[in-house]
Structures are given as C-alpha cells and as structure tokens.
C-alpha cells in the first residue's frame, strides 16, 4: 500500500509514464472490436468514456463505465456492478429509482425512499446511500432524477476508490442520463392513475442540420398528482442537450436541468405518518394494522400546508478526445445551485433513554425510569395520549452551490500476450451552503378527531432558532492500471486515490466555527480469471473513507470490502448470471461507552466497527428471445457493536420480475410482466443509546415484519403507439416500510393502476 504523499506520486508518474510509452504504440487506433488478419497484430481499441447502445437483451447491459470512469465489459470486471436498462425502467413505469433497483441483490429502500421520497436514497449492502451520482458527478440534492431523463442505472457495489472515495462503504449509484442521438426520434406520453400518476413527458432528439455534427435533444416532464400518503406531488423538469462531435474522435456535449419539485401535505413528510404503539415491545414485530387512532393512509397531524419543495439548477459539459492513437482524454464540469424548503409539522412523542429497563436493557414505552434510595424504580409516563397529542411546525431553508471538475487520461497499450490499460486523473470540488431553521408549537390534536389544518405559524414575527454555513473543497488525484495476460484470459487492476479535504463549518448565531481538515489514500485491486469465454472468478478489495471529528482532532472512517465470485454468460450473452461473497465494513464508528460514568476513569465514547457479510446472486437477461428475467437473492448479516441488528436492514431479500415478449400471433406486439419482491424481517430502530446508566446494553424494542409485494404490467405496441399498464401491489398488500424509529414510518402505498399512452414520431 501506498502511504506517503511521495510514494502516491510516484506510483502516479509510473502509471503516467505508462500512458506516454501507449503513445508510442504503432498500432492504428479503432473505435469499434477489430479482426485479426493474417501476419498482423490485432489493432488497439482506443479508450472509450462512454457505454455502449449494443445489448442481446432489453434487460441486459455487458458494460459498464463506474468502475473506473472508462467503458469495460462486465463479464471482465472484477468487482459486482449491476445495470438496470432504460428498457426496464419504462416497462415498470418507475416513479423513481428505487422502483427498478429493488430487483437488484443487496439493495433496499432507505429512509424516505421511493415517489416522493428524497434524494433517492437507497441502502446497499446495508448503508445506506446520500445522494447519487449523475454521469459520474455526486448530487445531493433533494429532489429525485426523473427517471425518464436516465439511460441507465449502475450501482456499484462496496467502496469504491476511485468512483466515490468518499462515499457510502455499501456502494455508490451512477445514473446515466440520455445524450443526444444524430438519429431523429422521440416520443410524448401521458401517464393517468389512482396515485403517483398524472404525467406528461417529451423525449426528442435528433441532428441539427444547419451544422454538421450537431446534435440535440430535449426532455422535458410535468406530474401533478396524489400520492398514497393524504397530499400531492408535483414536479416538472426540463432538459435541453447539444452534442457537437468535433471530428471522428473528439466530441463536445452540453446538458443543462431544472427540476422544480414539490411535496405537499403528508407527502411532505411521508415517514412520519405512522408510529409503534405500546404493544410493539421487546424484540416484538410491528403490527400490520395501524395503532388505535391512526388509519393506513394517515396524515398523521401533517398540516395540509405542510411542504417540502426543491429547485434546481444543474449544468453539465464535457468533452472527450484522443491526444494520440492509444490515449483518450475526458475533461467534464459540473455546476449545480440548490434552493431547499421544508415547511412541514411533526407529532411529539415522548421517546428517550430514560424509558429503558436499567437493569434488562428493554424499552419500556409507558414508564420512564429513575433513582429512588440506591434502586431504579418506574413511573408511568405515556409516550403519547392520543386524545391530546402535541406536534411542532418546523421551518428549513437550505441554498447551496456545487462546482465540480473531473479530468481523466485513459491509454491501451499491447505488447504480445499482455495488454495494459492505465487510466489517471483528477478532481475538484466545492461546495458551499446555509441553512436557517425556525421552530413554532401548534396546537395539540386529538387522534380520533384528526385537524389537518392547524393555522400555519407567521414564521416572520418568530425568531431564528439556528442558523449554520459550510464551505467544503474536495480535491482528488487517481491512478488505475488493468492489466491482461494470456491474451487477456487474467485480468489483475490495481488502483490508488488520494483524497485532500477542507471543510469549515460555521454557527453564524454564535460565529463559532470549526474546521475539519486532512487528506486519506484509498486503495482497490483485483484479478479476474476466465475459466472459459464466458465464465469468470474473481477476487477484490476496495477502500475508501469519509471524515469526521473524534476529541476534537479529523478522524477518517474506512469503508473496507473483500469480494471474491464468479460471473458467467449464457446464450451468447443474452442471460448474465454471477454469484458473489462480500465482507464490508466501516471503521472508526464514534459510538458512547456502556461503561462511561459521569467523573469516572472510562471515556465516554470509543471507537468501532460496523461489519456486515453475505452472498448475493443476480440473473439478468433472456432466458429465450421472447422471456426476460430480472431476479436476485441476498443473504447478509449486519451487526453493530455490541451485535444488535441496525436499522431498516433485513439480513434476507430474494426479488424477480419475469417479462414475456410477444412476438408472433394475434397478440403479436404485447407484453406481460409479473414482478415480487421480498424483504425479510428488520429492526425498526437503532437504540437510543449504547447501554443504560448501568452499563446494559440496550436492546432492539421492535421489529418490522417480513413483506412480499407483487407487481404486474402489460403493454401493446402498434405502428407508433404504444400502451403501458401496471399494476402496483397486484394483492393490495398491508404492511409498514422504511421505518425510521418509533415514530417515523409509514404504510406501504397499496394497489395502483396506471395507464400510460405513447406516440412515437
């Protein structure tokens, strides 16, 4: 491993210097697989940043580009990276993401995840995601991508070094949003349903004839709809594209987004419409049925008012060229300003260590817990009354900006059976914003006689209650190196990043602030062996780390993952199947001392790890060329500390989708799916605390019960015209999901139909 500055660099100029000797390479550069003829060497492939349009399968992709910005099949790969098509996310209609990345193997919902949920967070691999990536540039903002903007989706499992180095240690997501095309189409369609429907979108792309080269393309979307939750959503986004392709190996592109986004009344806060009443107790499974004074589509004391609302302003370009025969160049910027609001109102519910059993460590809803001559003794103190419950309205306003820059070399270098595919960089953001917040009491509400609409605070006559500002520079430098043997039968990668951070963080009420500031390497390599053709194992160990303060000094958490697995493809690669074991963890957790006693000689925290283990299984593809499959299955074990389950993280999934294609007879141009999906069993919380004031390590009060969802879908196409139906939860279905603690959950949307009509021109 590298560990000095020095030791970095070096390895760099080698990688480097490897690019200069492609250079010197004879051989032509291609853009596309070339042939062998005879008395000649086979031609080198020049580097390529973008994925490529060729599949066997609607729902196959054999690339990817997330592994190390450049384009490499993932049969190849030795790392486990899933792609979900364009072609899946318009059979199921997706709303957001989530709704296709659940087919996925290790991936599950997070905190307010799905339609209306926020920055379409997700948890993979057990952590949970904050943000995404949009064509290899990290957004966290808010609002959700709209999934008719994307052309692909690839999720990138565990840490990775060069991708996210700083990102979740689960994995990173990568949405690949659609380019100008110099072939004319598009289409326009209209979506109509029950919930989450009522949209209107434009795609349309094609040359621009006055000069040669230039290429455009437009999508643009309005929704204005109910949601499951009493409220409504509505959004529209608009997104002009040029391409200009500057000569046969050189191309410019531009791309601009604005998305204007807003939730209203309980879809404003979807999460806290629900909570666990006191019969939810030790270590028991949430009811299915909501508690005494709630309905399964409650507004929950969520003022019709309430709003969460997101405006952004998101430019992009990038430009790709080769500087010689062997090397490729991608220089790419980003821009993005952000104007979040979040006016909503949340119910006071009486939670908090003092209600747990000192001495047994279990929750204990209805009493709280206090020192009477040397013994603990309980005292009754409901966590709510349902007839007089209190609620709080709460004011946040955030603006930001986030500049960005990204600059990649990328080389192919052949010498008889060894190829050498080096590829470095670097990268530079910042990123500032500021937040204030205000906080007001309304009314208490009773449960039985629910007032949706309490009068909203006259936020100008109430002062401040916190007003902050960050500014962060992030600046990174890579270097990869792919190497192949035996006429690319092994592959072994090996990859370094160092990551320079600078983040101030000011209290501008009190102008206190802090800086955090410090620089970390990460670290992947791997070897990939083809068995045969089409069949590969492989091994990987990915890094990489985000920073945070221990006692006053920076402290880097390491994400750290071992893989190793083996990835085949079957009817000429028209049905991908692989198979994977992965051990994850993030280290340096700062988590609070069972042991801490105020004037004590224990410190009242320590450092430690969070680890989770599994295996997962994924089939993507054709089985025939009429039958597509989508499916997966995982098994992991996730554990805190002190060996309790964490939060919204079932140790099982399994999920499929099978699609049946049409394509002679009388229904010759339809389609039918059915999809399921499975979540097994999860804690619903995350402790208060690590233990009680006697050093009992406190235990998990409840679990949310194991759910299986199915959803279904047809679609007819003829001539221009094309008819989608789905059907969302086929069995209406009743359970809770993405629960956040005692207090903040809520019920899974129930069935939906939605109709969606296009025209294609």
Same mark, same amino acid.
């Given at each position: 491993?590298?560990?000095?500055?020095?030791?970095f660099?070096?390895?760099?100029?080698?990688?480097?210097?490897?690019?200069?000797?492609?250079a010197?390479?004879?051989a032509?550069?291609?853009?596309?697989?070339?042939?062998k003829?005879?008395?000649?060497?086979?031609?080198?492939?020049?580097p390529? +940043?973008?994925?490529?349009?060729?599949?066997?399968d609607?729902y196959?992709?054999?690339?990817?580009?997330?592994?190390?910005r450049? %384009?490499?099949?993932?049969?190849?790969?030795?790392?486990?990276?899933?792609?979900?098509t364009?072609?899946?996310?318009?059979?199921?209609?997706?709303?957001?993401m989530?709704?296709?990345?659940?087919?996925?193997?290790?991936?599950g919902?997070?905190r307010?995840?799905?339609?209306?949920?926020?920055?379409? %967070?997700m948890?993979?691999?057990?952590?949970?995601?904050?943000?995404?990536?949009t064509?290899?540039?990290p957004?966290?903002?808010?609002?959700?991508?709209d999934?008719d903007?994307?052309?692909?989706?690839?999720?990138?499992?565990?840490?990775?070094?060069?991708?996210?180095?700083t990102?979740?240690?689960?994995?990173?997501?990568?949405a690949?949003?659609?380019?100008?095309?110099?072939?004319?189409?598009?289409?326009?369609?209209?979506?109509?349903?029950?919930?989450?429907?009522?949209?209107l979108?434009?795609?349309?792309?094609?040359p621009?004839?006055?000069?040669?080269?230039?290429?455009? %393309?437009?999508?643009?979307?309005?929704q204005?709809?109910?949601?499951?939750?009493p409220?409504?959503?509505k959004q529209?986004?608009?997104?002009?594209? +040029?391409?200009?392709?500057?000569?046969?190996?050189?191309?410019?592109?531009?791309?601009?987004s604005?998305?204007?986004?807003?939730?209203?009344?309980?879809?404003?806060?979807p999460?806290?419409?629900w909570i666990?009443?006191?019969?939810?107790?030790?270590?028991?499974?949430?009811?299915?049925?909501?508690?005494?004074?709630?309905?399964?589509?409650?507004?929950?004391?969520?003022?019709?008012?309430?709003?969460?609302a997101d405006?952004v302003?998101?430019?992009?370009?990038?430009?790709?060229?080769?500087?010689?025969?062997?090397?490729?160049?991608?220089?790419a910027?980003?821009?993005y300003t952000?104007?979040?609001?979040s006016?909503?109102?949340?119910?006071?519910?009486?939670?908090?260590?003092?209600?747990?059993?000192?001495?047994?460590?279990?929750?204990?809803?209805d009493?709280?817990?206090a020192?009477?001559?040397?013994?603990?003794?309980?005292?009754?103190?409901?966590?709510?009354?349902?007839?007089?419950?209190?609620?709080?309205?709460?004011?946040?306003?955030?603006?930001?900006?986030?500049?960005?820059?990204?600059?990649?070399?990328?080389?192919?270098?052949?010498l008889?059976?060894v190829?050498?595919?080096?590829?470095?960089g670097w990268?530079?953001?910042?990123?500032?914003n500021?937040?204030?917040?205000?906080?007001?009491?309304?009314?208490?509400?009773?449960?039985?006689?629910?007032?949706d609409?309490?009068?909203?605070?006259?936020?100008?006559?109430?002062?401040?209650?916190s007003?902050?500002?960050?500014?962060?520079?992030?600046?990174?430098?890579?270097?990869?190196?792919?190497?192949?043997?035996?006429?690319?039968r092994?592959?072994?990668?090996a990859?370094?990043?160092r990551?320079?951070?600078d983040?101030i963080?000011?209290?501008?009420?009190?102008?206190?602030?802090?800086?955090?500031k410090?620089?970390k390497d990460?670290?992947?390599?791997?070897a990939?062996f083809?068995?045969?053709?089409?069949?590969?194992?492989?091994?990987t160990?990915?890094?990489?780390?985000?920073?945070?303060?221990?006692?006053?000094q920076?402290?880097?958490q390491?994400?750290?993952q071992y893989?190793?697995?083996?990835?085949?493809?079957?009817?000429?690669?028209?049905?991908?199947?692989?198979?994977?074991?992965?051990?994850?963890?993030?280290?340096?957790?700062?988590?609070?001392?069972? +042991?801490?006693?105020?004037?004590?000689?224990?410190?009242?925290?320590?450092?430690?790890?969070?680890?989770n283990?599994?295996?997962?299984?994924?089939?993507?593809?054709?089985i025939?060329?009429?039958?597509?499959?989508i499916?997966s299955?995982?098994?992991?074990?996730l554990?805190?500390?002190f060996? %309790?389950r964490?939060?919204?993280?079932?140790?099982?999934?399994?999920?499929?989708?099978?699609?049946?294609?049409?394509?002679?007879?009388?229904?010759?141009g339809?389609?039918?799916?059915?999809?399921?999906?499975?979540?097994?069993?999860q804690?619903g919380?995350?402790?208060?605390s690590?233990?009680t004031?006697?050093?009992?390590?406190?235990?998990?009060?409840?679990y949310?019960p194991?759910?299986?969802i199915?959803n279904?879908?047809?679609?007819?196409?003829?001539?221009?015209?094309?008819?989608?139906?789905?059907?969302?939860?086929?069995?209406?279905?009743?359970?809770?999901?993405?629960s956040?603690?005692r207090?903040?959950?809520s019920?899974?949307?129930?069935?939906?139909c939605?109709?969606?009509?296009?025209?294609? +021109?």
């Amino acid at each position: 491993m590298i560990k000095s500055p020095r030791l970095f660099l070096s390895a760099t100029l080698l990688v480097a210097s490897a690019i200069a000797l492609s250079a010197q390479s004879s051989a032509p550069a291609t853009t596309a697989a070339s042939t062998k003829s005879a008395g000649q060497e086979e031609a080198i492939v020049l580097p390529d +940043f973008s994925v490529s349009s060729d599949r066997t399968d609607g729902y196959r992709a054999t690339d990817s580009l997330s592994g190390a910005r450049i %384009r490499t099949a993932l049969i190849d790969t030795p790392a486990t990276i899933n792609v979900i098509t364009g072609e899946f996310l318009q059979d199921i209609g997706a709303n957001a993401m989530f709704d296709a990345t659940q087919y996925v193997s290790g991936v599950g919902n997070g905190r307010l995840a799905g339609a209306n949920g926020i920055i379409d %967070r997700m948890t993979i691999r057990g952590f949970e995601t904050n943000g995404r990536n949009t064509d290899n540039f990290p957004s966290t903002f808010q609002a959700n991508l709209d999934p008719d903007l994307i052309e692909r989706i690839e999720i990138v499992k565990g840490p990775n070094a060069i991708l996210a180095p700083t990102g979740s240690p689960g994995g990173a997501i990568n949405a690949i949003t659609k380019s100008p095309l110099m072939t004319p189409q598009g289409y326009v369609s209209l979506e109509v349903g029950k919930f989450n429907a009522q949209k209107l979108t434009v795609d349309t792309t094609g040359p621009l004839s006055q000069v040669k080269g230039l290429a455009y %393309r437009l999508v643009a979307a309005y929704q204005d709809t109910k949601t499951f939750q009493p409220g409504s959503l509505k959004q529209w986004d608009i997104n002009p594209e +040029f391409s200009y392709q500057i000569s046969d190996t050189s191309k410019l592109s531009f791309k601009y987004s604005f998305v204007d986004w807003a939730a209203f009344g309980s879809a404003s806060s979807p999460g806290n419409t629900w909570i666990a009443d006191n019969t939810a107790v030790n270590g028991g499974y949430l009811s299915k049925t909501p508690p005494l004074g709630f309905t399964y589509a409650d507004h929950a004391g969520m003022p019709d008012w309430g709003e969460r609302a997101d405006k952004v302003n998101r430019f992009a370009s990038e430009l790709t060229t080769s500087l010689s025969s062997s090397i490729s160049m991608r220089l790419a910027a980003c821009f993005y300003t952000d104007h979040f609001d979040s006016d909503s109102a949340t119910m006071n519910i009486n939670t908090g260590n003092n209600r747990y059993n000192p001495y047994t460590g279990i929750y204990t809803p209805d009493y709280t817990w206090a020192l009477s001559n040397g013994t603990y003794v309980p005292t009754f103190s409901a966590e709510y009354t349902p007839t007089n419950v209190s609620r709080t309205a709460a004011l946040q306003r955030t603006w930001a900006e986030d500049f960005q820059l990204q600059n990649d070399f990328a080389g192919n270098y052949r010498l008889n059976s060894v190829t050498l595919e080096p590829v470095a960089g670097w990268a530079f953001e910042r990123s500032i914003n500021r937040t204030l917040g205000k906080n007001s009491p309304l009314p208490n509400f009773n449960l039985f006689a629910q007032d949706d609409n309490p009068p909203k605070p006259n936020y100008a006559l109430i002062p401040i209650g916190s007003e902050s500002g960050a500014s962060t520079v992030k600046k990174q430098v890579y270097a990869f190196l792919r190497s192949g043997f035996v006429d690319n039968r092994l592959f072994v990668t090996a990859g370094a990043s160092r990551v320079w951070l600078d983040s101030i963080n000011t209290n501008e009420l009190s102008w206190a602030s802090s800086e955090l500031k410090g620089s970390k390497d990460t670290y992947l390599a791997g070897a990939l062996f083809k068995i045969a053709k089409s069949l590969s194992a492989y091994a990987t160990f990915s890094n990489n780390a985000n920073a945070t303060t221990y006692l006053n000094q920076p402290l880097w958490q390491s994400g750290k993952q071992y893989e190793f697995g083996v990835k085949s493809e079957f009817f000429n690669q028209r049905l991908s199947v692989t198979a994977s074991h992965f051990q994850v963890s993030q280290t340096n957790l700062v988590t609070p001392n069972p +042991f801490y006693i105020a004037g004590g000689t224990q410190p009242q925290n320590f450092l430690s790890d969070q680890t989770n283990h599994g295996f997962e299984l994924d089939a993507v593809g054709g089985i025939t060329k009429d039958l597509s499959l989508i499916a997966s299955a995982t098994t992991m074990h996730l554990r805190d500390a002190f060996g %309790r389950r964490v939060r919204n993280i079932p140790d099982k999934t399994v999920n499929g989708l099978l699609n049946y294609h049409f394509r002679s007879g009388a229904l010759k141009g339809g389609s039918v799916f059915l999809g399921v999906t499975y979540v097994g069993d999860q804690a619903g919380e995350n402790p208060s605390s690590s233990a009680t004031v006697l050093g009992v390590i406190e235990q998990v009060s409840y679990y949310v019960p194991s759910r299986t969802i199915f959803n279904a879908g047809a679609s007819y196409t003829t001539g221009r015209y094309l008819f989608n139906l789905n059907v969302d939860n086929l069995l209406n279905t009743h359970t809770v999901w993405q629960s956040s603690g005692r207090n903040s959950m809520s019920g899974y949307p129930l069935v939906n139909c939605r109709l969606t009509s296009t025209v294609k +021109f």
